[in-house]
Nanobody, 120 residues
Framework: QVQLVESGGGLVPPGGSLRLSCAAS????????MDWYRQAPGKQRELVAR???????NYADPVRGRFTISRDNAKNTVYLQMSVLKPEDTAVYYC??????????????WGQGTQVTVSS
């Protein structure tokens, strides 16, 4: 089917930066929107940022101005550049992609998640 693999998480001090990557592979004809979500302990998973196939972007209020989402369509990869990180950004970050497969079926696929911890 389709696999999404995230990378780039880790431990960073407050005010630091990290860049997450998510590469999609498998039975991919095309990809529509690609999203980053996060889930902190004891909280629901929330949408952080979205980028459409045309490059339009949307951000959640808590991260607007600090995070930047981008994508490389040739590599089926989405990125999340995170700057001025705060302890409240600590969470597992997941990517999600809306994919049209070679069998011409649409589906939403998730990565396994990558931990981001912001702490001194």
């Amino acid at each position: 089917q389709v696999q999404l693999v995230e990378s780039g998480g880790g431990l960073v001090p407050p005010g630091g930066s990290l860049r997450l990557s998510c590469a999609a592979s498998g039975s991919i004809f095309s990809i529509d929107a690609m999203d980053w979500y996060r889930q902190a302990p004891g909280k629901q998973r929330e949408l952080v940022a979205r980028i459409t196939s045309g490059g339009s972007t949307n951000y959640a209020d808590p991260v607007r101005g600090r995070f930047t989402i981008s994508r490389d369509n040739a590599k089926n990869t989405v990125y999340l550049q995170m700057s001025v990180l705060k302890p409240e950004d600590t969470a597992v970050y997941y990517c999600n992609a809306r994919v049209l497969t070679f069998t011409k079926n649409w589906g939403g696929f998730w990565g396994q998640g990558t931990q981001v911890t912001v702490s001194s």
